[in-house]
C-alpha cells in the first residue's frame, strides 16, 4: 500500500510540468500561475472552514508565512511557469529533483553549516548531470539560457525558503502553512502578472480548465496530502527515496503526453543526478537527508 501512494505522489509531482504546459497553450504563464495558486488558496481554505478546523494563523506569523508564499509560490514557482514556455517538461523535473542539494548549498552560506566531502562530491556529480540534460536542451531543442535561468532562479528561491522554514520553527500545521504561502504568494504574483501580461488574451477553453483543476487539485492538495502520509508512514528518509523517480517520471510523461524526446544525453544526466542525489543525501558523514526533505512546502 505504501508503495502504490509513493507512486501515486511520484507521478503526481512529475505530472505538475505537463499539466503547466498544456494550460500555457491558453492562458500566459504569470496569469496561469496566479490562477492556480488563487484557486487552490480558495480551496483550502473552505476546507478547513467547512471542517471548522483553524484557519487564522496568530500574528506572529504573518511575516515569516508572506515570505514563505513570496519564495516558495511567488518566486519559485513564478519562475517555473516562465521557463515551462520554452523549457522542455522533462528537463524541468530534473531541475526541481535536486532541490535538497539545493538546500545543502543555502544552508551553507546563509547559516555556514558544513558540507561532507561526501556530500560535496554529490553537489558535484549532479550539477553535472544538470549541466548535460541543459546542454542537451540548448543544443538540440533551441532552449534558450534565459529558460535554464528562470530555472536555477526558481530552485534558488525554494532552498531559501525551505532554510527560513527549518530554522524559524513555525509552530503552525502543514495546512495552514500551505493555505497562507498560497494566498500570500497569489496576492504577490497578481500585480506583476496584471502588469506584464495584463493585455495577452486568455482562453477559457477544456486546456486551461484541465490545468487549473489538475494543478490546484492532484498537485497542490493531492500531492500534499500524499507526501505528508508518507512521510508520517515511512519516515524522511524512505519518503525522500522515491523523489529519485521524479526525473524519470518527468521524462516519461513528457514522452508519452507532450511527445518530447528522450535521448541518450537525457538518461545520462538523469543518472548523473540521481547518483549525485543519493550521494548527497545519505553521505557516510551526514547520516541524514537535508532538511529540505521534512518541508511541507511542496506544491
Same mark, same amino acid.
Given at each position: 500500500?505504501?508503495?502504490?501512494?509513493?507512486?501515486?505522489?511520484?507521478?503526481?509531482?512529475?505530472?505538475?510540468?505537463?499539466?503547466?504546459?498544456?494550460?500555457?497553450?491558453?492562458?500566459?504563464?504569470?496569469?496561469?500561475?496566479?490562477?492556480?495558486?488563487?484557486?487552490?488558496?480558495?480551496?483550502?481554505?473552505?476546507?478547513?472552514?467547512?471542517?471548522?478546523?483553524?484557519?487564522?494563523?496568530?500574528?506572529?506569523?504573518?511575516?515569516?508565512?508572506?515570505?514563505?508564499?513570496?519564495?516558495?509560490?511567488?518566486?519559485?514557482?513564478?519562475?517555473?511557469?516562465?521557463?515551462?514556455?520554452?523549457?522542455?517538461?522533462?528537463?524541468?523535473?530534473?531541475?526541481?529533483?535536486?532541490?535538497?542539494?539545493?538546500?545543502?548549498?543555502?544552508?551553507?552560506?546563509?547559516?555556514?553549516?558544513?558540507?561532507?566531502?561526501?556530500?560535496?562530491?554529490?553537489?558535484?556529480?549532479?550539477?553535472?548531470?544538470?549541466?548535460?540534460?541543459?546542454?542537451?536542451?540548448?543544443?538540440?531543442?533551441?532552449?534558450?539560457?534565459?529558460?535554464?535561468?528562470?530555472?536555477?532562479?526558481?530552485?534558488?528561491?525554494?532552498?531559501?525558503?525551505?532554510?527560513?522554514?527549518?530554522?524559524?520553527?513555525?509552530?503552525?500545521?502543514?495546512?495552514?502553512?500551505?493555505?497562507?504561502?498560497?494566498?500570500?504568494?497569489? =496576492?504577490? &504574483?497578481?500585480?506583476? #502578472? !496584471? $502588469?506584464?501580461? *495584463?493585455?495577452?488574451?486568455? %482562453? @477559457?477553453?477544456?486546456?486551461?480548465?484541465?490545468?487549473?483543476?489538475?494543478?490546484?487539485?492532484?498537485?497542490?492538495?493531492?500531492?500534499?496530502?500524499?507526501?505528508?502520509?508518507?512521510?508520517?508512514?515511512?519516515?524522511?528518509?524512505?519518503?525522500?527515496?522515491?523523489?529519485?523517480?521524479?526525473?524519470?517520471?518527468?521524462?516519461?510523461?513528457?514522452?508519452?503526453?507532450?511527445?518530447?524526446?528522450?535521448?541518450? =544525453?537525457? &538518461?545520462?544526466?538523469? #543518472? !548523473? $543526478?540521481?547518483? *549525485?542525489?543519493?550521494?548527497? %543525501? @545519505?553521505?557516510?558523514?551526514?547520516?541524514?537527508?537535508?532538511?529540505?526533505?521534512?518541508?511541507?512546502?511542496?506544491?
Amino acid at each position: 500500500m505504501l508503495t502504490a501512494e509513493a507512486l501515486a505522489y511520484v507521478i503526481l509531482w512529475a505530472s505538475a510540468a505537463i499539466a503547466t504546459k498544456f494550460g500555457l497553450r491558453s492562458a500566459p504563464p504569470l496569469i496561469l500561475a496566479s490562477l492556480r495558486f488563487t484557486i487552490a488558496g480558495l480551496a483550502l481554505m473552505g476546507g478547513r472552514c467547512f471542517l471548522r478546523q483553524p484557519l487564522i494563523p496568530p500574528r506572529a506569523w504573518w511575516t515569516t508565512l508572506v515570505f514563505l508564499g513570496g519564495m516558495n509560490t511567488t518566486v519559485y514557482l513564478g519562475a517555473s511557469f516562465l521557463a515551462l514556455s520554452v523549457v522542455p517538461a522533462g528537463l524541468f523535473n530534473l531541475f526541481v529533483s535536486v532541490n535538497p542539494l539545493m538546500v545543502l548549498i543555502m544552508e551553507q552560506v546563509i547559516l555556514a553549516l558544513p558540507v561532507s566531502r561526501v556530500q560535496a562530491l554529490g553537489l558535484s556529480v549532479a550539477t553535472g548531470g544538470l549541466v548535460v540534460g541543459a546542454w542537451q536542451a540548448i543544443v538540440h531543442f533551441r532552449t534558450p539560457l534565459w529558460g535554464i535561468g528562470l530555472l536555477l532562479l526558481g530552485q534558488a528561491a525554494m532552498a531559501a525558503g525551505s532554510v527560513l522554514f527549518n530554522t524559524s520553527k513555525i509552530n503552525l500545521s502543514p495546512a495552514v502553512i500551505n493555505t497562507w504561502q498560497l494566498a500570500a504568494g497569489a =496576492a504577490l &504574483l497578481w500585480p506583476i #502578472a !496584471l $502588469v506584464t501580461e *495584463g493585455a495577452e488574451p486568455v %482562453q @477559457w477553453n477544456g486546456f486551461l480548465w484541465g490545468s487549473l483543476l489538475w494543478l490546484a487539485g492532484a498537485v497542490s492538495i493531492g500531492a500534499m496530502l500524499l507526501w505528508f502520509h508518507l512521510l508520517k508512514r515511512g519516515g524522511t528518509r524512505r519518503a525522500s527515496f522515491w523523489l529519485l523517480l521524479t526525473p524519470i517520471m518527468g521524462y516519461g510523461l513528457g514522452f508519452v503526453l507532450l511527445g518530447e524526446s528522450i535521448t541518450l =544525453a537525457d &538518461l545520462f544526466a538523469t #543518472a !548523473l $543526478v540521481i547518483v *549525485g542525489i543519493v550521494m548527497g %543525501q @545519505w553521505s557516510s558523514n551526514a547520516g541524514q537527508p537535508p532538511h529540505a526533505t521534512t518541508t511541507p512546502l511542496r506544491q
